[in-house]
């Protein structure tokens, strides 16, 4: 026996077994990486974290003053949506942190001026002179300080500049000051009041409620005047409190509406105050500031001077520009003396009567807006963050001066890494604003749209670009939302009926063997998925462009819709779950839908909040109705019709008010879906106004019909024979048709063939007025 060459070969092959093949590194196409529009290099820049896939984020809060509006929706959804698809597409772990200002000059002055008005509404007792004498001095005053610019004499003859204002007078005011229609609505308004007041007291009505209509029709220039006679005489510490508190409990309820996630810290201005103080005595120490007169000021040209920082990173373009200066300097601070240069601002400010104050090492003073955000943020992030956000119209000069207080601290060149403007929002082509009448709080825009079609609208718009919101516009959002409910209502109910087959999706053939649903369909649209997957990734990497990606979105639901179409019910239930569950996946990114829906939006009632009972018990109700319907047409031995009508009933008025759809179907079997019952009434709406149209139309034509009918029977009463008999003739023939005109010259033959098609045709209708009488 040979057992060497075995023996051999059995330990080669062991130890080639022991070797392990050689493996072949694969290769990806996908080289997207996300990049942000940073306001810093003004380009999209890769987003590259500081520390791994831990995100620092501070977004600028609001100024709790008064109500928030779509401006603030803007900034607000736009961030949210940015923050979502970093947190859940993205997968990054970001600390999201915002602050609420509640100590600013338009605070302190609203405060004041509600408190006043309030004072003197309760103190007024009767209409006199004396208070149709203040309010007219009131009025007065305001005219001469609010248009001293564009109409200094217009309270001179308040009637005369009205009469003769142009839509270019108008215009040419606004370039100089954009409140100039504000402001003289408000006067003209006070100007009626006034007026009426004083003929009420030349007809001797004084009471108590004229006097408080005459103070409320003024409120706009009287709480001016108020203020600027008794603002130094408000001091308790409360007054200056409830204002920011009220109107901060109403952003946090308008977040909430909007369904934007709250932020994981929030701070506020009012409980920093030590460290604002000991964050502008190091910006004094690093010789970036300087106090005067009680109040500390940032040295911009020191700042800009100096080797290692430059000022107006954001928007070195508008460096100087006074009118942003004063206007981030606030209202109460234009007093302020001591500046060295009027490009310094102000970090903490010298407090005046009627002023809420801290003690601090420079006396009792406020804290100036731009540092709150710099102290807030510094003290949750520390020296350096990944991101900080605004909107565009906050870049100068609150957030250069934030960088520039903070840096300044600090001694870095860099505090944030990536900053990300909102852009403005305008309203049918113009700035919101409340002279334009186009101003729209956020609780007036949820009474007219859902939260749902106010995210798609801002989706369907790049976040950083100036966005115009236009009725006319959310069109498109309507159409597509119900495309979007459509898709999900169609696909759950295919679904159901799927595993409800009794093969569980397969198909049988003729041979009893069964065969798969995978075909050239279910593959293609597997790929246009993995397509539009890849689409949508390379749209949120190029600075989170929602707008495209809601566009690759749709495109996937038109070509999902069409495998529908086609495939009747012969579909791949896991294809189509695929699809419906992935755009699923992406509208929860983007904060669509909740998390509790595997496909599609959650219904408008919770589960969690009713009891089965409640959700079942309407349906079960009509259920319970169309069995006793049915029994009772059996009993009666009804036609079929009567059955059929009622089976119409159940699907057109029953379902629909339950918000069931019932789609026949070519096979006999109803596609059930669950769609908005408000949708369903209002498909049902459209669909009786087509028929009534339709009805509208064949009843008119019939109507049309009886009179050309009524018209040839009252012709047709006279008999052909008789038709021609009068004096434009002297002949005639048996049949009464003329053969000799009045002249006794014969009729030509040409004119005696006219004559007979005539004579023709009145036999015809004659005969139908005979045939008629007969009937009668």
């Not at 040419?172 to 004083?198: G, N, P, R, W």
């Not at 020191?302 to 290692?308: A, E, M, P, R, T």
């Not at 759950?492 to 595993?499: G, H, N, P």
Request: charged share 30%; proline share 3%.
């Amino acid at each position: 026996m040979d057992s060497t060459p075995r023996t051999n070969m059995a330990t080669t092959t062991e130890k080639e077994a022991r070797i392990q093949p050689e493996w072949y590194r694969p290769s990806s196409s996908n080289t997207a990486t996300l990049k942000l529009y940073n306001s810093l290099t003004k380009s999209k820049t890769e987003f590259i974290p500081k520390n791994g896939r831990q995100v620092t984020w501070y977004n600028c809060g609001p100024t709790v003053y008064d109500a928030s509006h779509m401006g603030h929706a803007r900034t607000y959804l736009a961030m949210d949506i940015l923050r979502r698809i970093l947190e859940d597409y993205f997968h990054y772990d970001v600390l999201f942190v915002q602050n609420i200002t509640d100590i600013d000059d338009k605070i302190i002055l609203k405060a004041r001026q509600e408190h006043l008005f309030s004072q003197r509404e309760a103190d007024t007792k009767t209409l006199d002179a004396a208070l149709v004498n203040e309010v007219q001095q009131a009025w007065t005053q305001y005219a001469q300080s609010k248009l001293s610019e564009t109409a200094p004499n217009a309270y001179q003859d308040w009637e005369s500049f009205k009469s003769r204002l142009t839509a270019d007078d108008i215009a040419k005011a606004l370039l100089i000051d954009e409140k100039f229609k504000m402001h003289v609505a408000a006067l003209d308004k006070a100007y009626a009041a006034l007026k009426q007041s004083t003929d009420l007291l030349q007809r001797g009505e004084s009471s108590k409620e004229e006097a408080l209509d005459l103070i409320g029709k003024t409120k706009d220039v009287y709480c001016v005047y108020l203020d600027k006679l008794h603002g130094h005489t408000v001091t308790d510490p409360k007054i200056f409190r409830d204002i920011p508190a009220f109107y901060e409990a109403a952003f946090f309820a308008d977040m909430e509406a909007l369904g934007i996630k709250a932020p994981d810290v929030q701070t506020r201005v009012s409980e920093y105050i030590p460290e604002i103080t000991e964050y502008v005595q190091k910006i004094i120490a690093n010789g970036y500031a300087y106090e005067a007169d009680q109040s500390v000021y940032f040295d911009t040209a020191k700042y800009d001077n100096s080797q290692n920082h430059q000022y107006a990173k954001l928007e070195p373009s508008s460096k100087g520009n006074m009118a942003l200066v004063e206007d981030g300097e606030g209202s109460l601070g234009s007093k302020l003396q001591g500046k060295r240069s009027p490009n310094d601002f102000a970090l903490w400010k010298k407090s005046k009567p009627g002023e809420p104050s801290w003690n601090s090492p420079w006396g009792p003073g406020r804290p100036g807006w731009h540092i709150e955000c710099s102290v807030m943020a510094s003290a949750v992030l520390g020296d350096n963050m990944d991101i900080h956000s605004g909107g565009i119209d906050l870049a100068f000069p609150h957030h250069d001066n934030e960088l520039a207080q903070s840096e300044a601290y600090y001694d870095c060149k860099q505090w944030v890494n990536y900053f990300l403007h909102a852009g403005h929002l305008h309203v049918e082509g113009q700035k919101m604003s409340k002279s334009l009448k186009n101003f729209i709080t956020i609780q007036e825009a949820l009474q007219k749209y859902s939260a749902r079609q106010l995210r798609l609208y801002f989706l369907l718009k790049q976040w950083n670009a100036k966005m115009d919101f236009k009725e006319s516009s959310m069109q498109e959002v309507y159409n597509l939302e119900s495309t979007l409910n459509n898709f999900f209502a169609n696909v759950k109910a295919l679904l159901r009926d799927v595993r409800n087959e009794p093969l569980r999706g397969a198909d049988e053939r003729p041979n009893g063997l069964l065969t798969h649903r995978f075909r050239a369909e279910e593959k293609g649209l597997m790929q246009t998925l993995a397509l539009k997957q890849q689409a949508v990734h390379e749209a949120l990497c190029d600075s989170i462009d929602t707008a495209r990606a809601m566009n690759e979105i749709s495109e996937l639901v038109s070509a999902a819709n069409i495998y529908i179409s086609k495939g009747g019910r012969k579909l791949n239930a896991h294809v189509l779950n695929k699809v419906a569950t992935w755009i699923t996946s992406m509208l929860k990114v983007f904060g669509l839908t909740s998390n509790g829906e595997a496909i599609g939006f959650p219904s408008t009632a919770s589960a969690g909040q009713v009891s089965t009972e409640e959700i079942a018990m309407p349906y079960l109700q009509a259920l319970s109705s169309f069995r006793d319907n049915i029994r009772q047409l059996a009993i009666e031995k009804k036609p079929h019709v009567d059955f059929l009508r009622l089976s119409d009933k159940l699907r057109d008025d029953d379902m629909v008010a339950l918000g069931v759809s019932l789609d026949d179907q070519e096979d006999g079997k109803a596609l059930v879906k669950l769609v908005p019952r408000e949708e369903l009434l209002k498909a049902r709406e459209a669909k009786l106004a087509r028929e009534a149209e339709r009805e509208a139309k064949k009843k008119a034509n019939a109507d049309a019909n009886e009179r050309k009918r009524l018209e040839r029977l009252e012709k047709g009463k006279v008999a052909p024979t008789e038709m021609f008999r009068t004096d434009e003739y002297t002949q005639w023939d048996e049949n009464g048709i003329p053969t000799h005109d009045m002249a006794g010259e014969e009729v030509a033959k040409s004119r005696r063939k006219k004559l007979q098609k005539e004579w023709d045709m009145q036999n015809r209708l004659h005969q139908e007025y005979q045939a008629h009488l007969k009937q009668i």
